[in-house]
């Protein structure tokens, strides 16, 4: 009657077996338990059902318990520190100071406990009553850690987020900015007339249409010019601000792309400096040694005016453009800043040599510089008196002999018309060609809101 029932028992006692050991395999699997562990209890398991421990193996399996209790409380410690160090950093930006008192807290907490674990090592006292409690308790607790490590994570992120698309609604109306303007310098452009010189131009039918189409051919390649100069300029480090505040000090200007105009007027000061235009008129001279003499600047405009100036350079190289052109370039083109741009000092040697460059900035110049010498050969072609005049710093705008080139200025804070702005500085010269004046072309300040 005992085998019979001994042996009904068995069955039981083995399917027993084998679903603890199905459960804690899947533990395994999923990380819940340590795969050693895991054939420990199983082996553990077994033996029980087959015949019960000694005491020596008792107290094995106990302290490989306790150490595997010790571990996971100890990785538990670390992922905690993480987390609380990883609170800390999100408290500082942007500043918190209660978060970052609460993290720091935390922290300290944290390394006291690693801190009595390591002396509970040192000293071998690893005793635990329930080390299967402790261990389950530890993994607990590790995987709260890392949970509390990504949310972290998830704030930091969202926070970038929110940051790169605050940048993205700055730049886009940044950009919006620098197509109104960009529209405004077309609808300038559109409204100023075709630029291009008639071909058919003669000295006897010289007109004011002809100078004035010269002039605006020359502002638009001093502009092509500056553009050029700035990208060079912020390729190399410069700093744009600083360098417009040098030219113009104590001046705010309207636009951040406005200090363009700062640079324009240097260029403009530097390369019409000098220019002067006698009038033939007054001389004592007779009239036809008064016409000669206009002949020969329109002589001189007519031989450069459909020449490549790079062409006309090799070509010419001692004419009276090529001393201009090459003395305007090293007193326009200082050697700190041509150092500073290209690294070297070649093309200032090539120019004072009196070789011709084809590199790009140089071109750009040569085209400027052609331009300016054409006005000046013109200015002085025609038999009326010339002159070339700009307006002072805090002189009051005119419409007959400026234009303006900050439109703000004639608006106040309140969105009321100013109707008296003054003059910040002379971006482009203007010409007086006997009682006809050509407009000078200013930036503007509102006195009110300086």
Known sequence: MDSVKQSSATPSKIRLARTFAKVLHIRALTGIAPDDG??????KLND???????????????????????????????????????ELQFAQCPY????????????????????????????????????????????IQEQKSLLQT???????????????????????????????DNNLLQKRLKSSGHLGMPEDIHFSGLSLNHFVTCFKQTVNSVRGFVRLLINE??????????????IEPGLVFWKQNHKCFAFESFVCKEIFDGFSYPNFSIQEESLPEQKERRRLFFDRFMELKSVRPADYLAWKPKSAFAMFCRAKYLRLIHP??????????????????????????????????KRIWLLHCLALSFDREVSIFQVTRGARFSEV???????????????TPETDPHVAF??????????TVVQCQVYLINPACT
């Open 38 to 43: 895991v054939r420990k209890i199983e082996m």
């Open 48 to 86: 029980h059902l087959k015949s019960p421990f000694s005491d020596d193996e008792d107290e094995f399996v106990r302290d490989r318990a306790v150490e595997e209790a010790f571990l996971a409380k100890l990785f538990a410690g670390i992922s905690a520190v993480k987390a609380a160090y990883a």
């Open 401 to 415: 002999y400026m234009d303006s080139l900050s439109d703000e200025a004639f608006l106040l804070s309140d969105g």
């Open 96 to 139: 918190d100071a209660d978060g970052i008192q609460s993290a720091d807290q935390m922290l300290v907490l944290e390394l006291k406990n690693l801190s009595e674990l390591k002396q509970c090592y040192l000293k071998k006292q690893l005793d635990m009553k329930s080390p299967e409690k402790t261990l389950v308790l530890a993994e």
């Open 426 to 435: 002379t971006v482009v010269p203007g010409f007086r060609i006997g009682k």
């Open 233 to 246: 300029m912020e390729s190399a480090g410069w700093d744009l601000e600083a360098a417009a505040r040098s």
């Open 150 to 180: 990504y949310e972290i994570m998830s704030k930091k992120l969202d926070s970038q987020l929110k940051l790169k698309d605050s940048e993205i609604t700055f730049l886009e109306e940044k950009l919006a900015d620098v197509d109104t």
């Open 336 to 369: 700190k800043m041509e150092a500073s741009l290209f690294d070297n000092l070649d093309q200032r040697n090539l120019v004072n040599s009196g070789d011709c460059l084809e590199t790009p900035f140089f071109l750009a110049f040569a085209e400027m510089a």
